[in-house]
């Protein structure tokens, strides 16, 4: 894999050097894409993925490893299982090691199979707007036109999976099947994302075509039928109708959407009710960024107030201290969170979907809140889910004391966190930049350079956080008018310290808000930010005793060591797919997971090695270090203080 990966990452990179790159064609928020606009008004809009590129750092890097896979993917072997559904012949120009049928969720034996094509078509989207390489154009449209050969196969209603339509008849009648929807959304998601940021017009018509056959097949079904078909995982297909309505103008588009409202789900959230008991966590998510969707494009304000009491009650109270949520993909009692921290917390497609709803909520409030925890998520989970020695992927980021991550494998995974993780570690540059007409807001310390082209701004961002505490902005470009440049105050900063040009200037406001500088910026000119972190203790809601160490934003895992580790065989494994929610880590019995500490002064006990980065070193003699470097190892997250 290493191997693979290193000619691959030559390969992309000669291909900038020599100038074979494309840039996306649409200018920012994708004007000119959309038949219906939103009906309500946000305090700040988001930068397209063209418009930031990532620079050298921790959070490049993962990018590239996630790029690097994608590139590896053989075309032929993502839509082997649709041709398969309708006797489209393939051919072996690629060789038979081409037509090499994928094992896991991909297998031909599994209901889900597809659903990996749905989520790298939307990641080719992205990969190729955030970096501008023709390559995830050229895979993405490879895809789109295999997939449209099929579609037009399987007949003129505009059916498009690579199962049988019976799957759909059998969750339509509430026979056992797994989550067909599931699996369509993921296709439609992937169709729809390949024609906003790839600009691929056939994408469009295919995705169409699939949700003409879905309204004939649903629309008139009895509202018995309807409330049985949604008790089957549907992903967030509301949502996608929703963008696709937006797209089209159509409005069966739009009833589909309101077809999917899951009413067992929704209505108690209407009526104010935080109890989730012990649902599954993530149908609950693309349910709830469906709703936001539709509160943007109709101005429902109940898609607005479930939304926010949802985000609310999930940020406050469901939240480990990752920012991840859920064990055994489930929701627990939030009041006895410390009961239920064990190897199977935080599937990562809840955390994938949390931010997509954040960036939601952002532009209606533009809230420095949503940001202290889109950027807690970001770098304590989504960040730490991938391993840097591979490019695989975490299903859950397991907090049980001496418990390791176990990774995907190329061939034989592709579970839904597997997916997810494609799309995610490509658009890690969407968090970052937030704008109105006059003002720039920065949320996230990671290197970057922003090209705002309706203002004339070029900017720089240089640092080496979460290991410096300093950030550093140059404006390459000036805008020719006065700009508001707000800048992120974290929840977990001392005060800051701002220098404008060399010069300090006084310093406003508490954590958790924006210091604002206004002026009529010169080329040239810099900004520079020290944000003070400091070490510091975060206990579980009910037990003072169970707690995390922090610094600044960061989560610090104890390293314990390899003893007793083995590699997990059953998740290599295609005839097996369940086996990470009963996954034995086989934890010693002699592992340390006390820590003397005081918590209104963890720096007493725990102390930074100097020379190592973000490494400290407890008085218990375990080394800590960032989660999102604890790999291939057993470590510890919440301590027994």
Same mark, same amino acid.
């Given at each position: 894999?290493?191997?693979?990966?290193?000619?691959?990452?030559?390969?992309?990179?000669?291909?900038?050097?020599?100038?074979?790159?494309?840039?996306?064609?649409?200018?920012?928020?994708?004007?000119?894409?959309?038949a219906v606009e939103n009906k309500v008004p946000v305090k700040v809009k988001s930068f397209?993925?063209?418009?930031?590129?990532?620079?050298?750092?921790?959070?490049?890097?993962?990018?590239?490893?996630?790029?690097?896979?994608?590139?590896?993917?053989?075309?032929?072997?993502?839509?082997?299982?649709?041709?398969?559904?309708?006797?489209?012949?393939?051919?072996?120009?690629?060789?038979?090691?081409?037509?090499?049928?994928?094992?896991?969720?991909?297998?031909?034996?599994?209901?889900?199979?597809?659903?990996?094509?749905?989520?790298?078509?939307?990641?080719?989207?992205?990969?190729?707007?955030?970096?501008?390489?023709?390559?995830?154009?050229?895979?993405?449209?490879?895809?789109?036109?295999?997939?449209?050969?099929?579609?037009?196969?399987?007949?003129?209603?505009?059916?498009?999976?690579?199962?049988?339509?019976?799957?759909?008849?059998?969750?339509?009648?509430?026979?056992?099947?797994?989550?067909?929807?599931?699996?369509?959304?993921?296709?439609?998601?992937?169709?729809?994302?390949?024609?906003?940021?790839?600009?691929?017009?056939?994408?469009?018509?295919?995705?169409?075509?699939?949700?003409?056959?879905?309204?004939?097949?649903?629309?008139?079904?009895?509202?018995?039928?309807?409330?049985?078909?949604?008790?089957?995982?549907?992903?967030?297909?509301?949502?996608?109708?929703?963008?696709?309505?937006?797209?089209?103008?159509?409005?069966?588009?739009?009833?589909?959407?309101?077809?999917?409202?899951?009413?067992?789900?929704?209505? &108690? !959230? $209407?009526? +104010?009710?935080?109890?989730?008991?012990?649902?599954?966590? *993530?149908? =609950?998510?693309?349910? %709830?960024?469906?709703?936001?969707?539709?509160?943007?494009?109709?101005?429902?304000?109940?898609?607005?107030?479930?939304?926010?009491?949802?985000?609310?009650?999930?940020?406050?109270?469901?939240?480990?201290?990752?920012?991840?949520?859920?064990?055994?993909?489930?929701?627990?009692?939030?009041?006895?969170?410390?009961?239920?921290?064990?190897?199977?917390?935080?599937?990562?497609?809840?955390?994938?979907?949390?931010?997509?709803?954040?960036?939601?909520?952002?532009?209606?409030?533009?809230?420095?809140?949503?940001?202290?925890?889109?950027?807690?998520?970001?770098?304590?989970?989504?960040?730490?889910?991938?391993?840097?020695?591979?490019?695989?992927?975490?299903?859950?980021? &397991? !907090? $049980?004391? +001496?418990?390791?991550?176990?990774?995907?494998?190329?061939? *034989?995974? =592709?579970?839904?966190? %597997?997916?997810?993780?494609?799309?995610?570690?490509?658009?890690?540059?969407?968090?970052?930049?937030?704008?109105?007409?006059?003002?720039?807001?920065?949320?996230?310390?990671?290197?970057?350079?922003?090209?705002?082209?309706?203002?004339?701004?070029?900017?720089?961002?240089?640092?080496?956080?979460?290991?410096?505490?300093?950030?550093?902005?140059?404006?390459?470009?000036?805008?020719?008018?006065?700009?508001?440049?707000?800048?992120?105050?974290?929840?977990?900063?001392?005060?800051?310290?701002?220098?404008?040009?060399?010069?300090?200037?006084?310093?406003?406001?508490?954590?958790?808000?924006?210091?604002?500088?206004?002026?009529?910026?010169?080329?040239?000119?810099?900004?520079?930010?020290?944000?003070?972190?400091?070490?510091?203790?975060?206990?579980?809601?009910?037990?003072?005793?169970?707690?995390?160490?922090?610094?600044?934003?960061?989560?610090?895992?104890?390293?314990?060591?390899?003893?007793?580790?083995?590699?997990?065989?059953?998740?290599?494994?295609?005839?097996?797919?369940?086996?990470?929610?009963?996954?034995?880590?086989?934890?010693?019995?002699?592992?340390?997971?006390t820590l003397k500490v005081d918590p209104g002064n963890p720096s007493a006990t725990v102390?930074?090695?100097?020379?190592?980065?973000?490494?400290?070193?407890?008085?218990?003699?375990?080394?800590?270090?960032?989660?999102?470097?604890?790999?291939?190892?057993?470590?510890?997250?919440?301590?027994?203080?």
């Open positions: 894999m290493k191997v693979r990966y290193y000619i691959i990452m030559s390969a992309l990179l000669m291909m900038s050097a020599t100038g074979v790159t494309a840039q996306s064609v649409y200018p920012g928020q994708h004007v000119g894409k959309f397209d993925l063209k418009d930031v590129r990532l620079l050298p750092g921790r959070v490049y890097d993962n990018l590239r490893r996630d790029s690097a896979w994608m590139v590896s993917i053989p075309v032929n072997r993502l839509v082997h299982s649709f041709r398969n559904n309708a006797g489209v012949y393939a051919g072996v120009e690629g060789g038979y090691e081409s037509l090499k049928k994928f094992g896991g969720w991909e297998s031909l034996d599994c209901d889900l199979r597809g659903h990996t094509t749905g989520h790298l078509m939307s990641a080719y989207g992205l990969m190729y707007e955030a970096t501008g390489n023709e390559i995830f154009k050229l895979k993405g449209d490879s895809i789109v036109a295999a997939l449209a050969e099929v579609q037009a196969a399987l007949g003129p209603r505009g059916y498009l999976s690579a199962f049988p339509e019976e799957l759909i008849n059998r969750n339509l009648k509430g026979k056992s099947v797994w989550a067909p929807w599931y699996t369509l959304h993921k296709i439609f998601s992937g169709l729809i994302d390949q024609y906003l940021y790839a600009d691929n017009h056939q994408a469009l018509e295919v995705a169409e075509k699939m949700g003409e056959w879905a309204y004939n097949k649903l629309i008139g079904q009895s509202e018995e039928t309807r409330r049985l078909m949604l008790r089957n995982e549907f992903g967030g297909v509301n949502e996608a109708m929703y963008n696709l309505y937006s797209i089209t103008g159509n409005p069966h588009f739009k009833e589909l959407a309101s077809y999917f409202y899951h009413n067992d789900v929704i209505d &108690p !959230l $209407k009526q +104010g009710n935080r109890d989730f008991g012990t649902k599954h966590t *993530n149908t =609950f998510i693309p349910k %709830v960024i469906g709703e936001a969707r539709n509160y943007e494009l109709t101005a429902d304000a109940e898609g607005s107030a479930v939304a926010r009491l949802f985000w609310d009650e999930m940020t406050r109270k469901h939240a480990f201290v990752t920012g991840s949520i859920s064990q055994k993909e489930h929701y627990f009692d939030p009041a006895k969170m410390s009961k239920f921290i064990n190897g199977y917390t935080g599937e990562t497609c809840c955390t994938y979907n949390m931010l997509k709803l954040g960036r939601h909520l952002f532009c209606w409030d533009a809230s420095p809140e949503i940001a202290d925890y889109y950027e807690r998520a970001l770098f304590n989970h989504i960040l730490a889910q991938q391993d840097p020695e591979s490019g695989m992927v975490c299903y859950f980021l &397991p !907090l $049980k004391s +001496g418990a390791y991550k176990v990774y995907s494998t190329p061939e *034989n995974s =592709f579970w839904c966190c %597997v997916g997810s993780g494609f799309e995610s570690h490509a658009k890690y540059a969407e968090g970052i930049y937030y704008h109105n007409d006059d003002e720039l807001f920065v949320n996230l310390f990671i290197p970057s350079r922003l090209t705002w082209k309706e203002k004339g701004l070029v900017m720089t961002q240089q640092t080496s956080f979460p290991e410096s505490e300093v950030t550093r902005f140059t404006i390459d470009e000036a805008p020719s008018s006065a700009m508001k440049l707000s800048l992120r105050y974290p929840g977990w900063s001392g005060k800051p310290i701002v220098k404008v040009n060399g010069k300090k200037v006084a310093v406003k406001g508490k954590p958790s808000s924006y210091i604002s500088l206004e002026r009529k910026w010169k080329k040239g000119d810099t900004v520079e930010v020290t944000y003070p972190m400091s070490l510091r203790v975060e206990a579980t809601p009910d037990n003072p005793k169970k707690a995390a160490l922090l610094y600044g934003p960061v989560v610090l895992a104890g390293n314990l060591g390899t003893e007793g580790m083995v590699a997990p065989a059953p998740f290599s494994d295609p005839t097996v797919r369940n086996d990470y929610y009963t996954y034995d880590y086989k934890v010693p019995e002699n592992i340390v997971t102390k930074r090695i100097d020379g190592k980065g973000l490494r400290f070193r407890a008085s218990n003699g375990v080394e800590l270090q960032p989660l999102y470097d604890a790999h291939h190892c057993r470590y510890v997250i919440y301590w027994d203080l």
